[in-house]
């Protein structure tokens, strides 16, 4: 045989023996090209020499694309996610009958030749010649896997499937090089195995297992023949030969697959004619992707889990790189959410509030002391129909929530609480806390200039009874708005920034919270899961972790399983051990005989807050035990519902408190998660009462969470728009929803205040 010259380069012959070569397989691979005329082949080939040797020596084989499966705490599936449907098995795990059909009815030559088949080039040469046009092609198995790669490779995008399936001659060559390569680097049962694992078969499946579990609902290794050869049959032609929608096509194409595994000796001719006389004995099963597939209600966690892995850079550097890696998918992906928890918390939501209510609810439940996110639900189920919402009312806007949260009202009072116990105030701070007031001007802010009450707003309790002076133990169980406003006053805005800013509360849309006097009535907008994860640092006495979702992410690299990095908590110290374990104190007084005794456990020690903002568009509470914390708020997803003479869960109320329908949606749901679990004790602090005296109430104050008076229910500052920070105004967010606005988006930030 020629040798190379020894400058390196192709000796004449051999120039000429490669040309011709390259020639005779550019006119080869025209047979899959209708052509007018044969003369069409030689022009064709003329440059073909130089582009085929610029066509990159190396296939890179596509990691397929593949299925992701969500998993619990304890490894049962919450849900399967994925851009195709695709489970990728060895050739010993796929059926025979399969291999030898697949063989038969696309390449039945497979075994025998090269990358390239000469006699089904010239045969199909003849035919298209004959027919004017592409009546056969012949395209081996091994250049279909090469095809399908750059389809893979292509992934979603329309003009790249489009360029890797484009009817070129350059194509085509590009096609046949790396061809040859895979026949010389993979040899042929690989290749099969291959494209059995890459091939599309329709109905969203993505390789022979999704198709046998799709058509047949069993394993690919258990494919009989008659089934075997209906999948292979579908491959050339997945929508004209869809057994579901064309049973009588399918049942034809399928015959002839048998047929010709006859004729290639594969199966013998009464096995044929036996195997055709069967009916298809399909078993369908639906397609089950996407988190709207999740069990227990948990869809929405589920999502809240896509939204970590596409927006935490630990997963890539952009969003482009941490996209690529979750539609390739063959993720395994362990959560945090204990079943027993979420299980809970969608049977107390159910139990509740109705999904055709008025108003909907959602509660998320977080472990102190590690972020553990254990449950996340909410009333309104996740889906686009009537009384559907894909919005995920329990998280920030960022992360698929309502736009800014929703208010909090008085929940936001214990932030104060613990602003000013970290200043140094004492426990038995007292205030004069009249009906109503001025709010105090000026106020120091983080800055040198002060907020001002410029338009001479005021602040109020519920009722004119209400009035101090008030011990902060008193004050917050029966929730006294004029209070905390004059505790605000005294310590400064910006003790209260920087505690919220230890505990990451921001605003619902991410922004921090304003440096205004009202923020202690809890007038912004905030998620639950903010809350959950904020009152958590009280339960672990004083350190904040911030949220998690995710435990542990494998993916699967060819037959073996990588691990990949996680997202970690991070915990910091958010304010002193006393100071938590004081305001455990006063929030257990809550419970204990204040604003939220009907949302109070009976079995083990708990502490929380309740909270009722203006015209009561939003009604919360927010409680914990030593090793749980939870939030649940219910109200209008476009804050346009006022929750007076209204119907809830079937049950009439004519004013909602946060004591009254939250307050016992959380003790349901914390008491099934907390089932069979440890009851550790808080470490209380001795707080003295207020002299008999002094702080007294008539009885005829607050709520008892059965909407009877039994402590203040503060307005949150009622008139508190056109409230200046710095001498500069800062108005109350409007309820100005947009044209076109969708359920589930909320602007959240109108509420200027909470009650109870």
């Known amino acids: 045989m020629p040798k190379k010259r020894s400058g390196g380069g192709l000796s004449p012959f051999q120039q000429s023996a490669k040309f011709l070569g390259v020639s005779v397989l550019a006119g080869a691979v025209m047979a899959g090209i209708a052509l007018p005329a044969a003369g069409a082949l030689g022009l064709a080939a003329k440059g073909s020499v130089q582009s085929f040797d610029e066509i990159p020596d190396e296939l890179k084989s596509p990691q397929l694309s593949q299925r992701t499966t969500i998993l619990d705490s304890e490894g049962g599936q919450i849900a399967t996610v994925y851009s195709r449907d695709r489970t990728v098995v060895d050739l010993k795990d796929i059926s025979p009958y399969m291999q030898k059909a697949i063989v038969a009815i696309e390449d039945s030559r497979f075994y025998e030749h090269g990358a390239v088949d000469l006699k089904g080039v010239l045969r199909a040469l003849n035919q298209n010649a004959q027919s004017g046009g592409v009546a056969q092609g012949a395209s081996t198995l091994t250049q279909q896997l090469v095809k399908n790669y750059f389809v893979e490779e292509a992934g979603d995008d329309p003009t790249k499937v489009a360029q890797a399936t484009q009817q070129t001659l350059g194509r085509k060559i590009r096609e046949l090089k790396y061809a040859i390569q895979l026949e010389e680097k993979l040899g042929k049962k690989k290749i099969l195995e291959n494209y059995l694992n890459i091939t599309f078969f329709g109905e969203q499946a993505y390789g022979v297992e999704a198709a046998a579990q799709r058509y047949f609902s069993k394993p690919a290794k258990d494919l009989n023949l008659q089934e075997s050869a209906l999948l292979a049959g579908i491959v050339q032609s997945p929508s004209r030969y869809d057994p579901v929608n064309d049973e009588a096509e399918a049942t034809k194409r399928r015959n002839t697959v048998l047929q010709r595994m006859a004729e290639t000796n594969d199966i013998s001719q009464a096995e044929a004619d036996k195997a055709m006389k069967t009916p298809l004995g399909l078993k369908v099963s639906k397609p089950n992707n996407g988190c709207i597939t999740a069990v227990e209600g948990a869809a929405f966690f589920c999502k809240y889990v896509e939204k970590v892995f596409l927006s935490d850079p630990v997963f890539g550097e952009t969003k482009e790189e941490r996209a690529k890696i979750w539609n390739q998918g063959g993720l395994t992906i362990r959560t945090t959410l204990d079943p027993q928890a979420q299980q809970s918390v969608q049977a107390s939501l159910k139990d509740h509030v109705n999904q055709t209510d008025k108003v909907t609810a959602a509660a998320t439940l977080v472990e102190p002391g590690t972020g553990k996110i254990v449950g996340m639900g909410q009333a309104t189920p996740y889906g686009y129909g009537k009384n559907e919402t894909e919005y995920n009312y329990s998280v920030d806007y960022a992360m698929g929530g309502s736009n800014f949260g929703f208010p909090t009202g008085s929940t936001f009072k214990p932030f104060v609480a613990a602003a000013a116990l970290e200043e140094g105030r004492p426990a038995t701070q007292e205030y004069a806390s009249p009906y109503e007031m001025d709010y105090p001007s000026p106020v120091q ?142 929030l257990s007084g809550v419970i204990d005989s204040g604003t939220g005794q009907a949302a109070g456990l009976t079995d083990r020690a708990n502490a929380g807050k309740t909270g009722t903002t203006d015209s009561r568009k939003n009604a919360w509470f927010v409680g914990y035990t030593p090793n749980l914390a939870g939030a649940v708020w219910v109200g209008s997803a476009t804050q346009q519902v006022e929750m007076e003479n209204i119907t809830i869960g079937g049950v009439w109320h004519d004013k909602v408190y946060g004591g009254q329908v939250p307050g016992p949606i959380w003790k349901d749901a914390m008491t099934g998660a907390l089932e069979g679990k440890d009851s550790p004790s808080f470490n209380l602090v001795n707080i003295p009462d207020a002299p008999k005296d002094k702080g007294t109430d008539d009885g005829n104050n607050g709520d008892d969470g059965n909407g009877n008076a039994t402590g203040n229910n503060d307005n949150g500052g009622l008139t508190t728009t056109g409230a200046t920070t710095g001498g500069s105004t800062v108005p109350t967010p409007s309820f100005s929803i947009p044209e076109g606005f969708l359920q589930g988006q909320s602007n959240g930030g109108n509420g200027t205040g909470g009650r109870d």
Not at 469 to 486: E, G, H, I, W
Not at 520 to 525: E, I
């Open 445 to 586: 802010t983080c800055d040198s200039k002060p907020w001002v009450n410029t338009d001479g707003d005021t602040v109020e309790n519920e009722a004119e009874s209400e009035v101090g002076p008030y011990r902060l133990k008193d004050a917050m169980a029966k929730s006294v708005n004029t209070y905390f406003v004059q505790m605000i006053s005294d310590i400064g805005l910006c003790p209260v920034v920087d505690m919220t800013d230890n505990l990451h509360v921001t605003q619902g849309n991410g922004d921090k919270l304003p440096e205004s006097p009202s923020i202690a009535l809890g007038a912004v907008g905030l998620s639950p899961l903010t809350m959950a994860s904020a009152y958590a640092s009280f339960a672990a006495r004083g350190t904040y972790c911030t949220p998690i979702a995710i435990e542990a992410i494998t993916q699967k690299v060819g037959n073996a399983q990588k691990s990949l990095a996680v997202p970690k908590s991070t915990c910091t110290r958010a304010m002193s051990e006393t100071t938590a374990d004081t305001v455990n104190t006063l």
